[in-house]
Structure formats: structure tokens, C-alpha cells
């Protein structure tokens, strides 16, 4: 008559599995209170430290299986690649963010004229009670962000002001990005202004520019930008690749032709003279003789 064998389970291998299906709904809900349940950021950042905490830990527990199962024979192979596997949708991310956090220079707030960065009037709107200031950052900081980043830099426009406003306005809706205030450079004494909203699609963390728009000379104009998130210290790199990626779409568009904006532009000239009315006609000269003859 054959034998029956009956193989132990590994207990520590059950346990790994178990700690390993709990990580996936924990930053699957971290997720979703970061992108859509409108809590603060932190709060969604210990969700997820949470998940990877229960990662490390299935993980740990699955070693701590190993031997039982090479020496005496457990069943719980299976369970271990499980729990890796598991562990791994959340440890993968987590290691990517730690690359970007500790490759990437640590600031919250980018603009592409450190010395004369522009502003942020409005924006503070969007800020809660523990979001970071939205004032300028000191001069110290303004030099190292320039060393780190010195690709960014104000950009030249061959084109009037009128022109460039328009194109930017497009530009930013054409980004969905929400608009928070739009000043004409007539109604500003510091040229024209643009503040925008918005949030990344993935993690749900908000941010806000600043665009500024100033005259150089009649023909041509100057764009800075600046870039800052609402929350941390760290904006991994989200700042800079904003308005790189922003001015690069601007220069593009100008280098293709903007012919539409200029005829946009007349016409909105055209409309306001016809609001202010028909111009006075001046007086024919024969008349002005006359009224002088008659004098």
C-alpha cells in the first residue's frame, strides 16, 4: 500500500502572503485620497508609507520562511514568489520616487530670472494652512537654483507684447491648466501678468505659476515663468520640467508663426474702436478761413 505524505505549510509563508495583499489596497487608497479625496498630502504620504511599510514586512516574513522550506521540506514556495511579486508593485514606485528625491536638486520654487522673480499675487488662493509660503525665497537660494539650473532662463520674443499675451493665454489653456488672474500690461505698471493652477494627474499634488510679460523695446518682449508647489520641500524635479517644458511649446508655436494672434489682435483693436465711436472729423480748411475772415 502506498504512502501518504503530508507536507507541513509554512506559517511564516502564509503570513507573508497575507501581509503582501494587504500593501496593494493600501496605496491603491492612498492613491485615491491623494488624486480625489481631497485631504492634505500628508496624510495621503503615510497611507502610502504605510503600504510600504507592509511590503518590507512581507517580505522580511517570507525570508524568515526560507529555511523551514529548503530544510525540513514546508510548502510555502509558491506563497514567497507571491509576496514579492505583491511587494513589489509597491516598493518599485517608492524606489523611483527615492531616485528622484535624492538625484534631483531640493527646491520648491523655480523661476527663470532669479533675481527678479515674479510674483505670486493671487495664487495664494489656492494655498491651505499647511502649504508652503508662496513668498519670494531668498537671494541664497535663488543662486543655488541657478547653478543647479541653468538652462532656465527669461526668453526673447520677437513679437509686441499685445501679441505674445495672447499666444501665452492660449498656450495655458491649451495646457488645461486653471486660470487663476490675467492682468493686460495697460492696467500694470510691471507688464503683463498670467497666475495658473494645476494639478499632476498622477499623484494629485497642486501647483502654481507665475508668468510675467514685459516690453522690450515696441517689437519684442520678455517672458519669465516661475514654478512652486503648494506642498513639500521637494518639488522632484516637476518645477523645472513646468517651464521647460511650457517655454519650449511657446518657442515652438512663435518659430511655426503666430499669424492668427496678430490678426486676433487687430481685430480686438478694431473692436475697441468701434466701442469709443466714430473719431471727430477735422474742420475743412475753407471753413477754418472763413471763421477767421469773419473774426
Known amino acids: 500500500m502506498a504512502g501518504v505524505y503530508k507536507f507541513k505549510?509554512?506559517?511564516?509563508?502564509?503570513?507573508?502572503?497575507?501581509?503582501?495583499?494587504?500593501?496593494?489596497?493600501?496605496?491603491?487608497?492612498s492613491f485615491l485620497l491623494m488624486r480625489f479625496g481631497g485631504i492634505h498630502p500628508s496624510l495621503a504620504v503615510y497611507c502610502f508609507g504605510a503600504s510600504l511599510v507592509l511590503a518590507l514586512l512581507s517580505i522580511l516574513v517570507g525570508l524568515a520562511a526560507i529555511p523551514a522550506i529548503w530544510s525540513e521540506g514546508q510548502v510555502g514556495g509558491q506563497r514567497i514568489i507571491g509576496t514579492v511579486l505583491r511587494s513589489m508593485v509597491v516598493i518599485l514606485p517608492a524606489l523611483a520616487l527615492a531616485y528622484l528625491y535624492f538625484t534631483r536638486p531640493a527646491f520648491s520654487d523655480l523661476s527663470t530670472n532669479p533675481i527678479d522673480p515674479p510674483e505670486f499675487e493671487t495664487a495664494w488662493q489656492m494655498r491651505e494652512d499647511a502649504d508652503n509660503s508662496l513668498d519670494v525665497v531668498s537671494l541664497a537660494e535663488r543662486e543655488q537654483q541657478a547653478l543647479a539650473y541653468p538652462e532656465l532662463a527669461s526668453i526673447r520674443i520677437d513679437h509686441?507684447?499685445?501679441v505674445v499675451y495672447l499666444l501665452v493665454a492660449d498656450e495655458l489653456a491649451k495646457q488645461k491648466w486653471k486660470l487663476i488672474s490675467a492682468t493686460d500690461h495697460a492696467l500694470s505698471a510691471d507688464g503683463s501678468r498670467f497666475e495658473a493652477y494645476y494639478r499632476s494627474v498622477i499623484t494629485g499634488l497642486r501647483y502654481v505659476v507665475a508668468i510675467r510679460l514685459r516690453p522690450d523695446g515696441e517689437e519684442a518682449t520678455i517672458l519669465d515663468m516661475r514654478s512652486a508647489n503648494l506642498w513639500g520641500p521637494h518639488d522632484l524635479g516637476r518645477n523645472a520640467n513646468s517651464i521647460t517644458g511650457f517655454l519650449s511649446s511657446v518657442e515652438q508655436r512663435v518659430a511655426q508663426g503666430i499669424a492668427a494672434f496678430e490678426l486676433q489682435f487687430e481685430e480686438i483693436q478694431r473692436q475697441r474702436r468701434l466701442q469709443l465711436g466714430p473719431m471727430p472729423r477735422p474742420k475743412p480748411l475753407d471753413l477754418i478761413n472763413d471763421d477767421a475772415a469773419n473774426s
Open 9 to 29: 505549510t509554512s506559517r511564516l509563508a502564509r503570513w507573508a502572503l497575507w501581509l503582501s495583499r494587504l500593501t496593494i489596497p493600501v496605496a491603491i487608497l
Open 160 to 162: 509686441p507684447i499685445e
